[in-house]
């Protein structure tokens, strides 16, 4: 079992900058993937950026070269610094984690953190 809790959001004037942090407890040596996924009113939720055990990251076309998803040594927090917002990021930010059990992958998620980017 893993518990997320974000935080960071809030409400920011386009062109500004916000960091998010999600905090991990629980069974946070057994996580292979922290990742940030987002969902605005009406749209699915979509992958934003995510980091693996060998330090792979990966960014959403829409996000690379704005974002920068980090993590601590010990996997506990996890960051997304967000620069040049637009209003198209305004979402509700979620923080996800994967943890592989028995060949079988398990997904947990934050309750999410909303940003709202005003034009």
């Known amino acids: 079992q893993v518990q997320l809790v974000e935080s960071g959001g809030g409400l920011v004037q386009a062109g500004g900058s916000l960091r998010l942090a999600c905090v991990a407890s629980?069974?946070?040596?057994?996580?292979?993937?922290l990742g940030w996924y987002r969902q605005a009113p009406g749209k699915q939720r979509e992958l934003v950026a995510t980091?693996?055990?060998?330090?792979?990251?990966n960014y959403a076309n829409s996000v690379k070269g704005r974002f920068t998803i980090s993590r601590d040594g010990a996997k506990s927090t996890l960051y997304l610094q967000m620069s040049s917002l637009k209003p198209e990021d305004t979402a509700v930010y979620y923080c996800?984690?994967?943890?592989?059990?028995?060949?079988?992958?398990?997904?947990?998620w934050g309750q999410g953190t909303q940003v709202t980017v005003s034009s």
């Open positions: 996800n984690a994967v943890i592989t059990v028995m060949k079988y992958d398990y997904d947990y």
């Open positions: 980091v693996n055990n060998g330090g792979y990251i």
């Open positions: 629980g069974s946070v040596s057994s996580i292979n993937v």
